[in-house]
């Protein structure tokens, strides 16, 4: 039996109310060996995860996804591209050196200098960054008007006085001590805009890019369209030299390029079936030649695309797919090595200069070095490039619960230093749902498909093993008042059960069987009190589900209605903070995804449709006293309303600087809604990362928090209303404080 971690100093830190509980890390099968890898964890110095912290923040969870990974030219360094800047470690230590181009939003490339001594950053936000890789000071910022839609790539010609920056249709040669712009290759004539066709490469310096590469001496690039179609062109001269084609396939060709732009790798994917998933034929080609010969081909049911990634020298190429990584001899086209390690997908991989070593980074939290000639893992860096999925809070926002992607184990948190506390232990499989009670005295996870839930006591550590339905648990709640738990899902017999548990001693209080044609499976809310127990079930089949727990009755209420405006599938669902009230919008083909339903929860009746929105909803909170709906357009509308419950009046909530922004249109959509517990502000998390505070009486914007790179997807204001958390795409949480705003 695998052991729970327990200490005096949690038990304290849960009395003065700051612990937060995050689910996540890697799991480990063997008790022993876990537990050191745990003790290896726990004892990691967690400091540098608070460097740079944006105005505002107190604290920080999390070190942020990983995109890419770069080895120095000299192999004394690892640069870690994540999405909150660029990691420097030392290779050997694995101590990081300095955090680079903190929240300069996406990082779409990264260049080392031939001599070590500076680091190109290109981001999404249009500018390149030149960085003292020494003392991690900001040396110079390149840009123009014509990066507004991103720098893609950056990379440092072998003299290391130029940079080339590559946008979209342009690339720009920069004298890199002046800082001065020397030559700008424009759009060749006649530019086709058609996706298919590339016209001028918007190419990729990065080894193992998707689409274009460019050769180590900085003259010859080579960029593919999304058919397959590759093309090679010379820099200087700007003209096509060679076109073409690896494959015919409709759906986007991975491609990567050796060094020398001598040999090409592609995946093309091929279908087998209605339902029945695909497989990917790896195929080497030689440039010159046109040659194709094929190396391997995935096994059936692979849904995922693989990553190509060829060694330096050309010789070795990695092949990485979900968590698997293989290596193979480019000459032979032979599998030479299988790595096998990680717990979960990864991310990225880099070789080394010298072709011997390669680096791969996974949501399982770890970066780990390998061995290529033997196999072996030579190194473990826990701590990087986790991610998490769902997210859980107690009453009094004291506790928050995070459940990482496909992980076992859920870490405690101190929310106010953002320290590492302990970290719960059970589940051999993925964790699939976890979830806090309102006090935060107990948590509760389950495992993807299995049927046992996990009920563990914060305070005491004590854990009791919960039997779900008898096939599997497809969701669990705690009720509000956190004495009740609930778990749904399949029985043996294909019939939907939900079942009731008493918290304390874990004895079923309730169980409801549905009948076999009656479904409450995939949910995208749940409301859950002493006397009601109500759901959304949100695709094909919508329904509104309500089990009476006074009387023991249930209704289920069709929620494909047209004559409303009602549809297949529902986008977004929400249940007023007491219950009385839900409300819908719809997705999927239906022309009604501009407007919101609202029904009454106890009898499943209509009450009104709030129309005003001109585009798709995005967005719904409800304000603590259920009388105030906001919901958040999507980008082409570019506005937040707040809608009068009883009247279905709204109030529209804008900012100028959205309508300004044609390109990076995702500023103005509001993935994420939140009111304070005073009704009196609204937090608005957006799609890249920002996050906007309002005045729900005025309407009036009163801060933007800057922090995030990516979609905010949960906010929670403390009751107090002095604290803000939030959660985001890009593998952070940050504790704001905004009374020292």
């Given at each position: 039996?695998?052991?729970?971690?327990?200490?005096?100093?949690?038990?304290?830190?849960?009395?003065?109310?700051?612990?937060?509980?995050?689910?996540?890390?890697?799991?480990?099968?063997?008790?022993?060996?876990?537990?050191?890898?745990?003790?290896?964890?726990?004892?990691?110095?967690?400091?540098?995860?608070?460097?740079?912290?944006?105005?505002?923040?107190?604290?920080?969870?999390?070190?942020?996804?990983?995109?890419?990974?770069?080895?120095?030219?000299?192999?004394?360094?690892?640069?870690?591209?994540?999405?909150?800047?660029?990691?420097?470690?030392?290779?050997?230590?694995?101590?990081?050196?300095?955090?680079?181009?903190?929240?300069?939003?996406?990082?779409?490339?990264?260049?080392?200098?031939?001599?070590?001594?500076?680091?190109?950053?290109?981001?999404?936000?249009?500018?390149?960054?030149?960085?003292?890789?020494?003392?991690?000071?900001?040396?110079?910022?390149?840009?123009?008007?014509?990066?507004?839609?991103?720098?893609?790539?950056?990379?440092?010609?072998?003299?290391?006085?130029?940079?080339?920056?590559?946008?979209?249709?342009?690339?720009?040669?920069?004298?890199?001590?002046?800082?001065?712009?020397?030559?700008?290759?424009?759009?060749?004539?006649?530019?086709?805009?058609?996706?298919?066709?590339?016209?001028?490469?918007?190419?990729?310096?990065?080894?193992?890019?998707?689409?274009?590469?460019?050769?180590?001496?900085?003259?010859?690039?080579?960029?593919?369209?999304?058919?397959?179609?590759?093309?090679?062109?010379?820099?200087?001269?700007?003209?096509?030299?060679?076109?073409?084609?690896?494959?015919?396939?409709?759906?986007?060709?991975?491609?990567?390029?050796?060094?020398?732009?001598?040999?090409?790798?592609?995946?093309?994917?091929?279908?087998?079936?209605?339902?029945?998933?695909?497989?990917?034929?790896?195929?080497?080609?030689?440039?010159?030649?046109?040659?194709?010969?094929?190396?391997?081909?995935?096994?059936?049911?692979?849904?995922?695309?693989?990553?190509?990634?060829?060694?330096?020298?050309?010789?070795?190429?990695?092949?990485?797919?979900?968590?698997?990584?293989?290596?193979?001899?480019?000459?032979?086209?032979?599998?030479?090595?299988?790595?096998?390690?990680?717990?979960?997908?990864?991310?990225?991989?880099?070789?080394?200069?010298?072709?011997?070593?390669?680096?791969?980074?996974?949501?399982?939290?770890?970066?780990?070095?390998?061995?290529?000639?033997?196999?072996?893992?030579?190194?473990?860096?826990?701590?990087?490039?986790?991610?998490?999925?769902?997210?859980?809070?107690?009453?009094?926002?004291?506790?928050?619960?995070?459940?990482?992607?496909?992980?076992?184990?859920?870490?405690?948190?101190?929310?106010?230093?953002?320290?590492?506390?302990?970290?719960?232990?059970?589940?051999?499989?993925?964790?699939?749902?976890?979830?806090?009670?309102?006090?935060?005295?107990?948590?509760?996870?389950?495992?993807?498909?299995?049927?046992?839930?996990?009920?563990?006591?914060?305070?005491?550590?004590?854990?009791?093993?919960?039997?779900?339905?008898?096939?599997?648990?497809?969701?669990?709640?705690?009720?509000?008042?956190?004495?009740?738990?609930?778990?749904?899902?399949?029985?043996?017999?294909?019939?939907?059960?939900?079942?009731?548990?008493?918290?304390?001693?874990?004895?079923?209080?309730?169980?409801?069987?549905?009948?076999?044609?009656?479904?409450?499976?995939?949910?995208?809310?749940?409301?859950?009190?002493?006397?009601?127990?109500?759901?959304?079930?949100?695709?094909?089949?919508?329904?509104?589900?309500?089990?009476?727990?006074?009387?023991?009755?249930?209704?289920?209420?069709?929620?494909?209605?047209?004559?409303?405006?009602?549809?297949?599938?529902?986008?977004?669902?929400?249940?007023?903070?007491?219950?009385?009230?839900?409300?819908?919008?719809?997705?999927?083909l239906t022309k009604y995804g501009n407007h919101i339903i609202l029904r009454d929860v106890k009898t499943g009746e209509y009450i009104r449709t709030l129309i005003g929105h001109t585009h798709d909803i995005e967005s719904l909170a409800f304000s603590p006293d259920s009388q105030i709906l906001a919901s958040g357009g999507e980008f082409r509308e570019k506005t937040i309303r707040l809608w009068n419950i009883d009247t279905g009046s709204s109030k529209v909530l804008t900012d100028p600087s959205w309508k300004l922004s044609p390109v990076k249109f995702d500023a103005a959509v509001a993935s994420s809604l939140a009111f304070s517990s005073?009704?009196?502000?609204?937090?608005?998390?957006?799609?890249?990362?920002?996050?906007?505070?309002?005045?729900?009486?005025?309407?009036?914007?009163?801060?933007?928090?800057?922090?995030?790179?990516?979609?905010?997807?949960?906010?929670?204001?403390?009751?107090?209303?002095?604290?803000?958390?939030?959660?985001?795409?890009?593998?952070?949480?940050?504790?704001?404080?905004?009374?020292?705003?």
């Open positions: 039996m695998l052991k729970f971690l327990y200490s005096n100093r949690l038990i304290i830190s849960v009395i003065t109310g700051a612990i937060l509980i995050v689910v996540g890390g890697t799991y480990y099968l063997n008790h022993h060996s876990y537990e050191r890898k745990l003790e290896k964890e726990r004892n990691i110095r967690l400091d540098y995860k608070q460097w740079h912290l944006p105005e505002g923040v107190k604290a920080r969870i999390g070190s942020g996804t990983i995109s890419k990974i770069q080895y120095s030219p000299d192999g004394n360094l690892l640069a870690v591209v994540s999405s909150i800047g660029v990691w420097i470690l030392n290779e050997q230590t694995a101590e990081p050196r300095h955090l680079i181009a903190a929240h300069s939003g996406v990082i779409n490339s990264i260049s080392f200098s031939p001599d070590v001594n500076t680091l190109a950053v290109g981001t999404e936000n249009g500018t390149v960054q030149i960085w003292d890789i020494t003392t991690g000071e900001l040396l110079k910022t390149f840009t123009t008007q014509e990066y507004i839609s991103g720098v893609e790539n950056v990379f440092f010609l072998p003299d290391g006085r130029t940079l080339i920056v590559m946008s979209s249709y342009k690339v720009d040669l920069w004298d890199v001590a002046k800082g001065q712009l020397k030559k700008t290759l424009s759009a060749i004539e006649n530019r086709i805009t058609d996706y298919n066709v590339n016209n001028i490469p918007s190419m990729s310096t990065g080894v193992g890019s998707y689409k274009h590469s460019i050769r180590s001496d900085g003259i010859i690039a080579a960029s593919s369209s999304y058919d397959g179609t590759c093309h090679l062109w010379n820099i200087a001269k700007r003209k096509k030299i060679r076109t073409f084609k690896v494959g015919s396939s409709r759906f986007s060709i991975p491609i990567s390029f050796s060094s020398d732009l001598g040999t090409l790798a592609s995946a093309n994917r091929s279908i087998k079936g209605p339902m029945q998933g695909s497989v990917w034929e790896i195929n080497l080609w030689d440039v010159n030649s046109q040659t194709q010969q094929k190396i391997h081909e995935t096994d059936d049911l692979i849904f995922e695309i693989p990553f190509l990634v060829f060694s330096p020298d050309g010789n070795l190429l990695a092949c990485f797919i979900d968590n698997a990584i293989q290596i193979w001899d480019v000459n032979t086209g032979r599998k030479k090595k299988r790595l096998k390690g990680h717990k979960n997908v990864v991310s990225t991989v880099a070789f080394s200069s010298d072709n011997r070593t390669l680096v791969s980074a996974s949501y399982d939290n770890t970066i780990r070095v390998w061995d290529v000639d033997t196999g072996k893992e030579k190194k473990e860096l826990i701590g990087y490039g986790g991610a998490f999925r769902e997210v859980s809070l107690s009453a009094d926002t004291q506790l928050l619960s995070l459940s990482g992607i496909g992980t076992g184990v859920t870490h405690l948190w101190n929310t106010n230093t953002g320290q590492h506390e302990n970290t719960f232990i059970k589940h051999k499989k993925p964790v699939w749902g976890g979830v806090l009670s309102s006090d935060g005295s107990k948590f509760a996870n389950h495992s993807l498909l299995k049927k046992t839930i996990h009920l563990w006591d914060v305070n005491t550590g004590k854990l009791i093993k919960l039997n779900g339905p008898r096939n599997h648990v497809s969701g669990i709640k705690f009720s509000r008042d956190g004495k009740m738990l609930a778990s749904w899902g399949l029985s043996r017999n294909r019939k939907y059960n939900i079942l009731h548990y008493d918290v304390e001693t874990g004895d079923i209080q309730r169980t409801l069987q549905l009948k076999a044609q009656e479904k409450f499976s995939g949910t995208e809310d749940i409301f859950f009190d002493k006397e009601m127990f109500a759901g959304i079930g949100k695709f094909f089949d919508p329904n509104l589900f309500v089990w009476n727990l006074v009387t023991g009755d249930y209704d289920i209420t069709d929620l494909e209605d047209s004559e409303i405006g009602g549809g297949t599938e529902i986008s977004v669902g929400r249940f007023s903070s007491d219950g009385r009230i839900l409300a819908i919008v719809y997705g999927g005073d009704g009196q502000m609204l937090a608005s998390g957006m799609k890249l990362g920002d996050i906007y505070l309002w005045d729900t009486a005025t309407g009036e914007k009163k801060r933007i928090l800057r922090g995030h790179s990516k979609r905010i997807s949960h906010l929670f204001f403390s009751p107090d209303g002095k604290t803000l958390i939030s959660k985001s795409d890009d593998g952070t949480v940050l504790i704001w404080e905004l009374a020292q705003l």
